[in-house]
C-alpha cells in the first residue's frame, strides 16, 4: 500500500508541476530579485523526496537512490524547461533548470544521508 501512495504523490507532484507550468502567466509575490529560482529548487527538493521515496521501495543502495533521484529530478526540470517554451508567455531558463536541478540534488543528499544513519 506504501508504495502506491508513493507513487501516487509522485505523479501527482508532476501533474501539478507539469499544470503550473501550462500557465502563461504564474501568481508570485517577487519579494526580492530572483525569487523563482528558490520557488524551482524548494519545489524539486520536495520532487526528489517523492522521487527518493518511490525508489526506495526498489533498490536499497543509497548511492544508486541518490543518483537516480536526483536524475529524475534533473531530467523532470529539463522537460519542463523544454515544455515552457511551447507555452505562450513562458521562456525557458538553464537557470531555472539549474535551481531545479539544485533542489533535487540536495533532497537526494538529504535522503541519502538519512537513510545511511538508519542502517
Excluded at 521562456?91 to 533535487?104: C, E, H, K, N, R
Amino acid at each position: 500500500m506504501r508504495k502506491q501512495l508513493d507513487f501516487l504523490v509522485l505523479i501527482s507532484y508532476c501533474s501539478l508541476i507539469y499544470w503550473l507550468s501550462a500557465q502563461s502567466v504564474l501568481p508570485g509575490t517577487d519579494l526580492f530579485e530572483n525569487e523563482d529560482k528558490l520557488q524551482h529548487f524548494l519545489a524539486y527538493a520536495i520532487m526528489g523526496i517523492c522521487a527518493w521515496r518511490v525508489l526506495r521501495h526498489f533498490m536499497h543502495n543509497s548511492l544508486l537512490l541518490m543518483i537516480l533521484s536526483f536524475g529524475f529530478c534533473s531530467l523532470y526540470g529539463l522537460s519542463d524547461e523544454w515544455h515552457q517554451s511551447f507555452v505562450m508567455g513562458r521562456t525557458p531558463s538553464s537557470m531555472d533548470w539549474l535551481a531545479d536541478s539544485f533542489g533535487g540534488l540536495l533532497a537526494s543528499i538529504a535522503c541519502g544521508w538519512q537513510h545511511k544513519k538508519t542502517i
